[in-house]
């Protein structure tokens, strides 16, 4: 069955970074795009960035561009979301989910790692 | 990349049908087929419960079914129990090759 486990997580300052991994399992990794999607404490869920299966192409939600950057290891079954300057308004948890890509829908999440920004 | 329009919060008694609304524009909703639904529970991860506008994933019971007209999309519900008391999000892609969410409905199930 397909699992998606994210982990790193924590505490940071504002304007540190932290580098989120999520790995993937019971699916063929290599074939699917994947996603990251965010949700800040009693909020709604914010889409946050997409790689493509074989990591040639990645789009942005226009809050986190130029500051996150969405990355995967094909090889280790491995998806990542490097965060630069984080802000406040970054808290959230951050979840990964696998593309369903003829559909243009998520349709595996994980269960989220959470990001708390705060001095 | 405002996010969809959805009402805050839905209600109805069990055995009763609801229907939640998504408006979006026709850069997302009402250009392409490509609406989903997802179901969150308190604690847990959003659950894919409707694609492609209508179709329903395996395992995903046929008293939840889709639609759209134009910019706006729908989740009926119908036959309400009380497992079905969560949030609801809709989401579309979009012509800049990103993805939006709606804003969340809460429903309560009386």
């Known amino acids: 069955q397909v699992q998606l486990v994210e982990f790193g997580g924590g505490v940071v300052q504002p304007g540190r970074s932290l580098r989120l991994s999520c790995a993937a399992s019971g699916f063929t990794f290599r074939s699917y795009g994947m996603h990251w999607v965010r949700q800040a404490p009693g909020k709604g869920l914010e889409w946050v960035a997409v790689?493509?299966?074989?990591?040639?192409?990645?789009y942005y939600a226009d809050s986190v561009k130029g500051r996150f950057t969405i990355s995967r290891d094909n090889s280790k079954n491995m998806l990542y979301l490097q965060m630069n300057s984080l802000r406040l308004e970054d808290t959230a948890v951050y979840y990964c989910?696998?593309?369903?890509?003829?559909?243009?829908?998520?349709?595996?999440w994980g269960q989220g790692s959470l990001v708390t920004v705060s001095s | 990349q405002p996010a969809l329009t959805q009402p805050a919060s839905v209600s109805g008694s069990p055995g009763q049908s609801i229907i939640i609304s998504c408006t979006g524009t026709?850069?997302?909703?009402?250009?392409?087929?490509?609406v989903s639904w997802y179901q969150q529970h308190p604690g847990k991860a959003p659950k894919l419960m409707i694609y492609?506008?209508?179709k329903r994933p395996s395992g995903v019971s046929n008293r939840f079914s889709g639609s759209k007209s134009g910019n706006t999309a729908s989740l009926t519900i119908s036959g309400l129990q009380a497992e079905d008391e969560a949030d609801y999000y809709c989401s579309s892609f979009t012509n800049s090759g990103t993805w939006v969410f709606g804003g969340g409905t809460k429903l309560t199930v009386l």
């Open positions: 989910a696998k593309d369903w890509a003829t559909c243009f829908t998520l349709d595996y």
């Open positions: 790689i493509s299966y074989d990591g040639s192409s990645e």
């Open positions: 492609e506008v209508f």
């Open positions: 026709s850069s997302d909703v009402g250009g392409y087929n490509y």
